[in-house]
Structure formats: C-alpha cells, structure tokens
C-alpha cells in the first residue's frame, strides 16, 4: 500500500467525457493500488479568474474566496498531481485555465516571498491526461507547455514522460474505442501508486 495523496484534477466542461474518463481509470487503478485519492472537477467549483490586482504579492494568498476555496490546500498536500483536459484551440479550455491562473499566489509565495511551498523534503510529481481532436504533430505543444510551467511553478515535477495523450479524440465516448487507452490509464494509475 503505497499511502500517497493522490489528487485528480478534470479540467474538461464537460462532465463525463473523454479526458474525464481516462482520469476516472487512472484514479480507480492507483486507488486500487492503495493510493488515497481525490477527484476534484474544475466546472463544479466556481472560479473567478484571476484579477491580477497584486493583493497575493505580499500575503501570498489570494483574495478572493470562492470555489477554489480549499484548493491551494488539497493541492500542496498531494504527493501526486493528475491534470486531464481536452484540448481547446490546441490548448486548455477557459476553465482549466482559470483554474492554473488562480495559483498565482503560489508564484507569489514563492518567488516574491522566499517561502517553501511544501513541507521540506516533500517532492510532489505530476501528469498530464489529453485529448485532442485532430492528429496534427504539434497538437499537444501548447498543453505541454502550459503543464511544465504550472507545475514548475507549484513545486511539482513534471513527469512529461509517462503523460497520456491522444489524438483523433473529439466526440463524446470516442476514447472508449480506443485501443489502449484504458489499458494504458490503468498502468499509469498503477504507477502513480507506486512511484517512489
């Protein structure tokens, strides 16, 4: 039994579908691995977007109180972080973005105030779950990029690797005609469980 906080992200709109599927397969495996796991959906939580008004740079904190609420601390508390989202424009959808912009404070905290993020000697890993519609070789660029700046940002290291992404997934329950996918978010569950 492996004892790691295990927190899910689904960044998709919609509730159900395909990145959302391939997260509830890698979250049944790693819990059945003996991970303690958590789901939260971005959509469900009601999040403003980030002001930009400066008020986290000398708190560290943000301002506003709304459905990102106990966010920050469900997060720092996770030994490990799974993200999955459908690609929208080649990137993520305005929600998963608010989300990620939302952890500015974190940026704050850490870079403008000097302070750890983490326990010390805690090491956080996260991956990535994606979807996109068209097969195009630069299709996950901008999503990847995003990912290894937030979770470079967060203190989190980024296991671009062993991330999952799949192209020529577009309409709702297409990933589950897919070959491997489950399969493959199985064995990722599995490992996220047992990664030391």
């Not at 397969?25 to 002001?51: F, M």
């Not at 508390?77 to 929208?88: N, Q």
């Amino acid at each position: 039994m492996s004892g790691f906080k295990i927190l899910g992200v689904s960044g998709s709109p919609r509730k159900g579908g395909n990145s959302e599927t391939l997260l509830d397969w890698t979250l049944e495996a790693a819990e059945a691995a003996g991970g303690d796991v958590e789901k939260v959906r971005v959509c469900s939580l009601d999040i403003n977007p980030c002001r930009h008004c400066g008020w986290c740079d000398t708190r560290g904190e943000c301002v506003q109180k709304d459905g990102m609420g106990d966010i920050y601390e469900k997060y720092l508390a996770a030994d490990r972080i799974v993200i999955a989202t459908p690609l929208f424009f080649m990137n993520a959808p305005a929600q998963l973005k608010a989300f990620i912009d939302r952890f500015q404070c974190m940026w704050a905290k850490r870079y403008l105030l000097n302070k750890e993020l983490r326990e010390p000697g805690a090491e956080a890993r996260g991956w990535l779950l994606a979807v996109g519609g068209t097969k195009g070789p630069s299709l996950f660029d901008g999503i990847d990029q995003l990912m290894k700046c937030f979770y470079s940002i967060t203190d989190v290291r980024f296991d671009s690797g062993r991330s999952l992404r799949y192209r020529s997934v577009d309409h709702a329950g297409d990933i589950l005609e897919h070959a491997t996918a489950r399969a493959d978010a199985e064995a990722l569950g599995r490992l996220i469980a047992s990664e030391n």
